[in-house]
């Protein structure tokens, strides 16, 4: 099992940027790849950005292409989310998630850390 401690959410109005980061602890040798997920009030958890570990190849969704980046540091077992042109749809708490290899599910989760952002 991995562990996931999320941090870097906050306020900030629209058009700022955020940047979370998720540090890994644990058994980190089995994460495959790293993904950012969030949930609105009232929504289901949808997935944003994911990235595999050992490649660095990354994934978005349609809705923060070209706004967000995901990147991780080896050497210090973190993962992290640019967020830059906020939108007040992008208020949610996010979750920091890791996959143990390609064909399981994200099966490891952080606490989550809330991100709103005001008009």
């Known amino acids: 099992q991995v562990q996931l401690v999320e941090s870097g959410g906050g306020l900030v109005q629209a058009g700022g940027s955020l940047r979370l980061s998720c540090e890994a602890s644990?058994?980190?040798?089995?994460?495959?790849?790293m993904g950012w997920f969030r949930q609105a009030p009232g929504k289901e958890r949808e997935f944003v950005a994911a990235?595999?570990?050992?490649?660095?190849?990354?994934s978005y969704a349609d809705s923060v292409k070209g706004r967000f980046a995901i990147s991780r540091d080896n050497a210090k077992n973190t993962v992290y989310l640019q967020m830059n042109s906020l939108k007040p749809e992008d208020t949610a708490v996010y979750y920091c998630?890791?996959?143990?290899?390609?064909?399981?599910?994200?099966?490891?989760w952080g606490q989550g850390t809330q991100v709103t952002v005001s008009s």
């Open positions: 998630a890791a996959q143990s290899s390609l064909f399981a599910d994200f099966g490891s």
């Open positions: 644990g058994r980190t040798f089995s994460r495959y790849r």
């Open positions: 990235i595999v570990w050992s490649s660095g190849s990354t």
